[in-house]
Every structure is written in C-alpha cells, then in structure tokens.
C-alpha cells in the first residue's frame, strides 16, 4: 500500500485551464502539505494544514487553492494556469506538529506542464 | 538572497571514495537540519537528520553540523553508483513548521 499517493502522475494541459490533482495518505499523520520542485530541483512549500486546518500558506498566487476535506486528504486547485505554473508538484505529511522531528513521507509527484 | 544554499554539482566521485557535500544557510536561529536524497525522476527521502554541533553517523553516512559558520555537511564514505542521486540540504527554524530546501547538490559516482 503506498503511504502518500497523488494523481495524476503527469498533467499536460494548455494555459488559461483550470485543474486539480488529488493526494491521500494512509499514514494516520495529521499534517500535510504541498511543495513546488522547479526544474532546477528547488523545492518550495506552498501549502500546509494540520488536522484540516491551513497552517502555512506561503506567497502563492490566488490561483492556487488547497482542500482539505479530511486530515487523510489535501487536494490542490489552480485555476487559470500559466507557463510558469509548469513544475513536479509534490504532497507530502509528517506527523502532528508536537514535536516533530523533520520528516516527511513525499508522494512520487505529479508533474505539470502547461502549454 | 536564498536561505540554503548548495553547490549544484554535479560531483563526481570514483566508486569507493568519500563523497562530501556542503550546505550553508542563512537564519542563525535554525536549529534542525536534514539531509534528504532524491533519485532522478522519484521523490525526496529522509536519510539524515542533525540537531546539535559536531558529527552524527549512520552506517557509511555522517553529517557534520557548525552552527557557528551556519554550515552542514554529508560525507557518504565506499560511495557506490547507487548513491548517484540529487542531495537536498533542509533547515528548519526554531519556531516553524516547515523545511526550508536548498537546491540540492547532484552527486555522480562513477564505477
């Protein structure tokens, strides 16, 4: 059973479209967030909530809209999509905050390309 | 100005050697650092964590941390070609719920 997984694994789609890729994690963790990796391997935290609640929101365009339905779910919305917006997108979760050590458990990705 | 910073390499290290990688960040109040690797095409993965000055090893990995220079190292010692993969250099603040990542240094080692 995989412990973070994300669909779709690859997005291709034309500017001005509207998606979303989804991210579940049977872990039991309580946090999860959403990081951007550029394609120079930088990696960026967008988002993150713990237990549903949005905790970090980074200077992210408004575009870009995080859900959180359950604590086991964290699915990212970007409306509009631009070139720039072309990137690996990856989940991940931790567990809760309290004394948290650093780790995160990363799904395999999904990688955006906006044309 | 970034905030972790790593040489983009790529190193390349004959098998058996000891590969050493560098990180320097830039928040004095950082107080947790990690080392992550990321295989080409795959997604990041915990292989060291450091909290506290000096040296931390763990099997052919030891991470070395000077918080006085604001500096982080991984020496991977008998590299072997599966140790070829980008590493990513990670701090996190002492009152933050986030990693901040470097870009992370490609590392190649050849047979």
């Known amino acids: 059973d995989t412990a973070v997984s994300q669909t779709p694994k690859y997005l291709v789609t034309q500017m001005g479209n509207d998606k979303s890729i989804k991210c579940e994690q049977n872990?039991?963790?309580?946090?999860m967030y959403w990081y951007k990796q550029d394609s120079k391997k930088f990696l960026k935290i967008m988002f993150s909530?713990?237990?549903?609640?949005?905790?970090i929101n980074e200077t992210v365009p408004n575009r870009f809209s995080p859900k959180s339905p359950d604590k086991a779910h964290l699915n990212l919305h970007i409306n509009s999509l631009e070139l720039g917006d072309s990137a690996v997108y990856f989940c991940?979760?931790?567990?809760?905050?309290?004394?948290?050590?650093?780790?995160?458990?990363f799904g395999s990705g999904t990688q955006l390309s906006v044309l | 100005q970034k905030e972790v910073e790593q040489n983009s390499g790529p190193l390349s290290v004959p098998e058996g050697a000891i590969a050493s990688l560098n990180c320097t960040y830039s928040?004095?109040?950082?107080?947790?650092f990690f080392w992550y690797r990321q295989y080409s095409g795959k997604s990041p993965e915990l292989i060291m964590s450091?909290?506290?000055?000096g040296d931390k090893e763990d099997g052919r990995f030891t991470a070395q941390l000077n918080k006085a220079s604001q500096y982080v190292s991984l020496l991977i010692r008998d590299s072997q070609p599966s140790d070829s993969a980008t590493y990513l250099c990670?701090?996190?603040?002492?009152?933050?719920?986030?990693?901040?990542f470097g870009s992370g240094t490609r590392l190649l080692v050849r047979p």
């Open positions: 450091i909290y506290s000055n």
């Open positions: 872990l039991g963790h309580d946090t």
């Open positions: 928040d004095r109040v950082s107080q947790s």
């Open positions: 909530y713990n237990n549903k609640e949005l905790i």
């Open positions: 991940a979760s931790s567990q809760d905050l309290t004394g948290w050590r650093g780790e995160l458990f």
């Open positions: 990670a701090v996190m603040g002492d009152s933050s719920y986030k990693l901040i």
